[in-house]
């Protein structure tokens, strides 16, 4: 596992032994994700739930975002996204938290916001659709700010609440679904740009 472009290129990740407790995103998937938002990181506050080795937020930080927060409830996936942090020179842009992921977004809701979201729940939780609802239930996207979702699940394909569907994509047993926030008209930011 390692960083594929940008200020970090080529660092190496570390991450936690067992599938079952983090099951890292490939590089084949990770590629094909950030080639899908490559126009839509620079400049922009992520967070990354369920964050496990933090792979994703520091990807889109090596690749110009502006900052990160980095959540999983796992003391031992901390201690390793701290380390990658550090690997990477990149812990100055990042806040690096253990904390369930519904306590995070219940204390961030009015308080932050976020222009890229990255949700990779774990496969044996099978809990995307409702940390999307979750989310979407709160106020920390940035209008027009991007979602991205992880999933084995084939069943993101529309738009949930306040989120527009974009596209998705699959990349073996992995499905990865991509979602704007709407405006005030109802039509995302990227939806708009393909018109």
């Given at each position: 596992?390692?960083?594929i472009?940008g200020?970090?290129r ?11 407790i ?16 490559q126009?839509?990181?620079s ?6 739930l ?26 031992k ?6 380390t990658?942090?550090?690997?990477t ?11 369930d ?8 809701n009015?308080?932050e916001k976020f ?15 409702e ?6 239930r709160?106020?920390i ?19 949930i609440y306040?989120?527009k569907f ?8 992995t499905?990865?679904?991509i979602?704007?926030?709407?405006d005030?008209t ?5 939806e708009?740009?393909?018109?």
């Amino acid at each position: 596992m390692r960083i594929i472009t940008g200020t970090a290129r080529g660092m190496k990740l570390e991450t936690l032994d067992g599938e079952e407790i983090i099951r890292p995103t490939s590089d084949r998937v990770k590629e094909g994700l950030f080639s899908a938002i490559q126009f839509d990181i620079s400049g922009k506050r992520v967070l990354d739930l369920f964050a496990g080795s933090g792979q994703l937020a520091l990807e889109a930080l090596s690749r110009g975002a502006d900052s990160a927060v980095i959540i999983d409830e796992s003391e031992k996936a901390v201690e390793i996204i701290k380390t990658n942090a550090k690997k990477t020179n990149l812990m100055k842009k990042c806040r690096i938290a253990r904390q369930d992921y519904s306590e995070y977004l219940k204390s961030a809701n009015n308080r932050e916001k976020f222009g890229l979201i990255f949700l990779d729940p774990p496969y044996s939780k099978d809990i995307p659709g409702e940390v999307l609802k979750k989310l979407c239930r709160t106020d920390i996207i940035e209008d027009n700010g991007i979602v991205v979702c992880e999933s084995e699940h084939d069943n993101m394909n529309e738009d949930i609440y306040n989120l527009k569907f974009i596209k998705k994509y699959k990349y073996g047993r992995t499905f990865i679904a991509i979602f704007t926030k709407k405006d005030d008209t109802g039509e995302g930011e990227a939806e708009k740009n393909e018109n």
